[in-house]
């Protein structure tokens, strides 16, 4: 069965430093994506980065990185320059493409950043 | 803008009351989805949905159904409330293809009592 697990429920970090958020997952399938979505205070979910499992290199967008290391099933956003509305719920995703559409989603980890 | 809209933003039911979750989107999505949020818990996919009048079921869709008449519109129904119903429910569109990013609504959080 797939699986996201994130082992962070909270971090902190200080205004401009980098942070990294832990995304494990689980899947038989050699075809799949990984998300990361942002959800402020407001509650709105907000899609920030993606990499598909045949991509060759770590996707980029911006401040957010997705470091991708397929042989240990790891997916961990790397955020540079931390800014104070980086505060944040953080979920990683799984879409897994033998069941079409269907995406699960990690249990979230809380950013706290610091002034 | 991609806009997915929700049709309250809290709202307050009582136990056994039948509930109805409007979700809206405007992009021409085929792919539509119903989430509930708990603490801890991440987003559990209920229903989804990714044609008109077709669904399919989530992880956790016992004591939900859904309709789907019109391409942008995606209905969750809860028959019977229950207080274990009480939650944040997500609704979120997509296209197909290529990755199929989400877009979410702003949310609808049920209290039932």
């Known amino acids: 069965a797939q699986k996201i697990t994130q082992t962070q429920p909270g971090m902190f970090v200080q205004e401009k430093e980098a942070v990294t958020l832990d995304c494990t997952y689980d899947?038989?399938?050699?075809?799949?994506?990984l998300f990361w979505y942002k959800q402020p205070s407001s509650g709105e979910m907000i899609f920030l980065i993606y990499?598909?499992?045949?991509?060759?290199q770590n996707a980029t967008e911006g401040r957010y990185s997705l470091n991708f290391q397929k042989a240990r099933k790891s997916a961990n956003l790397v955020i540079s320059a931390s800014q104070l509305g980086d505060s944040a719920m953080y979920f990683c995703?799984?879409?897994?493409?033998?069941?079409?559409?269907?995406?699960?989603f990690g249990a979230g980890t809380r950013l706290f950043v610091k002034a | 803008d991609v806009k997915v809209t929700q049709s309250s933003r809290y709202l307050v039911k009582r136990t056994g009351e039948k509930v109805f979750l409007e979700c809206v989107q405007d992009m021409d999505h085929e792919n539509m989805f119903w989430y509930r949020q708990d603490p801890g818990l991440g987003l559990r996919l209920i229903y989804f949905s990714y044609d008109v009048k077709m669904k399919e079921k989530g992880d956790i869709p016992e004591g939900y159904s859904v309709s789907r008449e019109k391409k942008e519109r995606f209905s969750l129904i809860l028959e019977s409330a229950s207080t274990n119903q009480t939650s944040m429910y997500l609704c979120a569109s997509s296209y197909p293809r290529p990755y199929n990013e989400q877009f979410f609504g702003p949310g609808t959080r049920l209290t039932v009592l």
């Open positions: 899947t038989s399938d050699p075809s799949y994506g």
């Open positions: 995703a799984m879409r897994d493409d033998t069941g079409g559409f269907k995406t699960i």
């Open positions: 990499q598909g499992s045949y991509d060759q």
